[in-house]
């Protein structure tokens, strides 16, 4: 049983950097899509982040391109998020999901359309709060 545990949210003034850590339980996570979305109150979970494990290529929603980098730490089962010159438009619950073997490497690269939850293992979620 696959379990996924973030933490390191919390709450930064605009302008400021948190790092998210994403460490998985149960089994190791050698191939595959490991991604960050996030949610807001009221709106769709968003993919912001992806990265293929074992390919090591990482790939970003538009909207944190160049603020946020994606790394692993293989020995740790960990995949980290480090965001940079975060927004107040950054404020939402972000959760780490790892890719089920539907999810190829086309999924894990794509942003945009509706998130097929089934498709994915969860986390429960970290809050990132970012005041102006």
């Known amino acids: 049983q696959l379990e996924l545990v973030e933490s390191g949210g919390g709450s930064v003034q605009a302008g400021g950097s948190l790092r998210l850590s994403c460490t998985s339980y149960g089994r190791t996570i050698s191939s595959g899509c490991l991604a960050w979305f996030r949610q807001t109150p009221g709106k769709e979970r968003e993919k912001v982040a992806g990265i293929y494990i074992g390919r090591g290529s990482t790939y970003y929603a538009d909207s944190v391109k160049a603020r946020f980098t994606l790394s692993e730490d293989a020995r740790k089962n960990t995949v980290y998020l480090q965001m940079a010159s975060l927004k107040p438009e950054d404020t939402a619950t972000y959760y780490c999901?790892?890719?089920?073997?539907?999810?190829?490497?086309?999924?894990?690269?794509?942003?945009?359309?509706?998130?097929?939850?089934?498709?994915?293992?969860w986390g429960q979620g970290t809050q990132v709060t970012v005041s102006p």
């Open positions: 999901a790892a890719g089920k073997s539907i999810v190829g490497i086309t999924t894990c690269s794509r942003f945009a359309g509706d998130v097929a939850y089934s498709h994915w293992y």
